[in-house]
């Protein structure tokens, strides 16, 4: 009687092993002919992105919070470029019997790779732009000088010419000595935004001194 028990959960168990199997294969089956699907019409391609965002987006939000100087909004847009270039080549997939999402999540590994070395370019540029936009003029009080007065006067006046946003962004950065954390509350904005907005006004700014220096 043990002995047909015991046979009977181990025909059970192989049952219960076999059905997940078959589940699994019907579900790389569906999966595989809305692909095709999506490759002959496009449109179709919406309920790819339906069924793989919410795993696509905890990926890629995962490695920007680990990584420095991340938040949702630059989450959001990467994850946004990883289903734009995954419908831009939808045409060029090759079926290998894995998951969709295999695919999606080495898009998404490629374009985090691409972000570090953007957030590592643009940090050393950062770090040049500061120190020249300071050498060019100190904005803290000092001690007046002819020549002083001029630079600062210049400075000031190449900076109130930018973009409006760059120009309250370096202004409260450098003249007021704000944090990054206070400019975007004050200005209700992330603070991924202010940085991108102070790298584009130290840009702008170093252009702009070079030619008034050439």
């Known amino acids: 009687m043990k002995a047909r028990a015991v046979s009977a959960a181990a025909k059970s168990r192989a049952s219960g092993a076999g059905g997940a199997s078959d589940a699994a294969e019907r579900a790389l089956s569906a999966e595989r002919a809305l692909i095709e699907a999506a490759q002959r019409e496009r449109i179709r391609f919406a309920e790819l992105y339906e069924n793989n965002f919410e795993r696509v987006y905890a990926y890629v939000a995962r490695r920007v919070r680990d990584g420095a100087g991340g938040d949702r909004e630059e989450a959001q847009d990467l994850t ?49 732009n500061s120190f020249l936009f300071q050498e060019s003029a100190d904005l803290a009080p000092a001690a007046p000088g002819v020549e002083d007065a001029e630079r600062r006067a210049r400075l000031f006046k190449l900076v109130e010419r930018l973009p409006r946003d760059q120009s309250r962004v370096i202004v409260m950065r450098f003249a007021q000595d704000k944090s990054i954390r206070e400019i975007a509350a004050t200005l209700g904005r992330t603070e991924g935004s202010i940085k991108q907005l102070q790298f584009r006004g130290l840009q702008n700014l170093r252009v702009r001194l070079g030619d008034t220096n050439g």
């Open 80 to 128: 946004a470029d990883v289903f734009h270039l995954a419908l831009k080549n939808i045409g060029r997939f090759e079926w290998r019997g894995v998951p969709f999402a295999a695919w999606l999540f080495k898009i998404a590994s490629n374009e985090l790779a691409d972000r570090s070395k953007r957030l590592r370019h643009r940090r050393a540029q950062e770090r040049e």
